[in-house]
């Protein structure tokens, strides 16, 4: 695989594509693929996703869970020890069980586990706020595994509530909490982004922008409020980005989305710009 793309100092970038997805398609295990997105009603697989990398200029990836099932987080496992690429996996087990030490203790020994994820924007209002789902969280700490919150902008203030009953765990806010960019909205989705951010715990993907905006006729400057408010809250210490391939592709290729990126931060200077487009993704996951 070819080296990061230069930064302005002459000096290769490590890029890391932080957020992307695997998966054999099946219709009862992917109801969310409406008729809109039919494109994406077939398998996305590591041989396809090493091609789109090698195109892109990224070097390496996490891998983030789609279906919450056990057997996705050993089948992502899998497709990480065939593709070298993908660093890391963010993987699904039973939070709310009581058998979740033991699905964890079964994991111990995987390096490229480097956290987990619930779909929670798909979830009735208090998900955040359940004792057991949160007493499966507190496990997650001891063990050196990160959370991923997948949200939609309402659900930030259950964010934040849920962020501050677990000071010591690390985690991510997926695709910047899917603020409504086809509506032009910036408000109040802005402000609870700046209060999540107090939360020095808390970092952010810039990623699954694209979904958010209208597919057929987004513009890179109709993004560009939302990444400034990205970039204003969290910072470049605290952002990573990623694709959300291939669910990305209803509204952009897996290359034009890294030419969005790289436009948009392209006058960060380069320590920044080695920081989000990969040093805090291997930071913050401890990726090999």
């Known amino acids: 695989m070819r080296k990061g793309r230069d930064d302005e100092d002459g000096q290769a970038v490590l890029t890391i594509d932080a957020h992307h997805h ?52 050993n089948w992502l496992l899998e497709c990480a020890r065939s593709l070298p690429a993908i660093r890391g996996v963010v993987g699904w087990a039973p939070l709310a069980s009581d058998n979740l030490a033991a699905v964890l203790d079964g994991w111990s020994e ?15 209002a208090g998900f955040l706020d359940d004792e057991l789902f949160n007493r499966g969280v507190r496990q997650l700490a001891e063990r050196n595994l990160t959370y991923d919150v997948l949200i939609f902008q309402n659900q930030l203030p259950e964010a934040i509530r849920f962020v501050d009953a677990h000071p010591r765990q690390r985690f991510v806010l997926d695709h910047a909490a899917k603020p409504r960019i086809a509506a032009a909205e910036l408000e109040p989705w802005r402000t609870h982004m700046h209060e999540l951010a107090r939360r020095v ?9 694209v979904t958010e905006a209208d597919w057929e006729r987004w513009t890179p400057e109709a993004l560009r409020p939302y990444l400034d408010v990205c970039v204003e809250a969290f ?42 487009f990969g040093g ?4 913050f996951y401890a990726l090999p």
């Not at 099946?26 to 997105?37: H, K, L, N, Q, V």
């Not at 995987?110 to 009735?124: C, D, F, H, S, T």
């Not at 715990?201 to 922008?209: F, L, P």
């Not at 805090?280 to 930071?283: Q, S």
């Open 22 to 73: 695997l998966w054999r398609y099946r219709a009862p295990e992917y109801g969310w693929i409406s008729d809109a997105m039919a494109s994406l009603r077939r398998d996305f697989l590591p041989a396809e996703l090493e091609q789109e990398l090698r195109a892109a200029g990224v070097q390496g990836t996490v891998a983030v869970q789609a279906r919450e099932t056990v057997e996705e987080t």
């Open 201 to 209: 715990n808390v970092v952010c993907k810039v990623s699954g922008m």
């Open 235 to 276: 910072g470049p210490r605290r952002l990573m980005v990623g694709s959300d391939w291939p669910v990305c592709l209803v509204a952009a290729n897996y290359s034009r989305w890294w030419e969005v990126l790289r436009q948009y931060f392209a006058a960060f200077g380069a320590e920044e710009k080695r920081r989000i």
């Open 280 to 283: 805090n993704a291997v930071e």
């Open 110 to 124: 995987e390096r490229r586990l480097v956290g987990l994820r619930e779909i929670a924007q798909g979830k009735p």
